[in-house]
């Protein structure tokens, strides 16, 4: 049996020698989401939720004026308890809506744009509700945190 030679040109002999170049690494992006109950931060969240990669670790963030602090809670029993139903319902919009795999939720004591340009320090994206053309929020997070801030509207 012999052999049949295909003879080649030196063009596709040098795109075969090219190594294929690696692909980016995937990266993890944070984005921090306000929550306040309201439709237009209800929609801050769905807007996430759609347009970040499956890859981007979203944090829900609500601010209370309640002296307390919890990670990825608390119950909706105790949240009737304490008197806010917003933690409540905020557990389950991010459930309904993200998923508890993908999303982290804080409900932290203090001034939501406080509580959400310590976070925007260290986050890629700040997504929060828009109530109006002239949200104060919106207008004071654009101020003082160095990464992207996006105000969503109602059904945005």
Not at 71 to 86: D, W, Y
Not at 111 to 138: F, K
């Amino acid at each position: 049996m012999s052999a049949v030679m295909v003879p080649t040109s030196p063009r596709s002999e040098r795109r075969a020698e090219a190594p294929m170049p690696a692909p980016p690494p995937v990266t993890e992006r944070l984005v921090v989401v306000g929550y306040s109950g309201s439709p237009s931060s209800r929609s801050a969240v769905a807007w996430a939720a759609r347009t970040t990669p499956l890859t981007d670790r979203l944090v829900i963030v609500h601010a209370t004026s309640v002296p307390i602090a919890v990670h990825n809670g608390p119950s909706a029993q105790v949240a009737e308890a304490l008197g806010n139903p917003t933690w409540a319902t905020m557990r389950t919009v991010v459930d309904e809506l993200i998923g508890r795999d993908r999303a982290d939720t804080i409900v932290e004591h203090g001034r939501p744009d406080e509580i959400l340009r310590r976070y925007g320090a260290t986050a890629d994206m700040i997504v929060v509700g828009r109530r109006s053309r002239r949200n104060r929020l919106l207008r004071r997070l654009m101020a003082s945190v160095p990464c992207a801030v996006v105000g969503i509207d109602v059904g945005g």
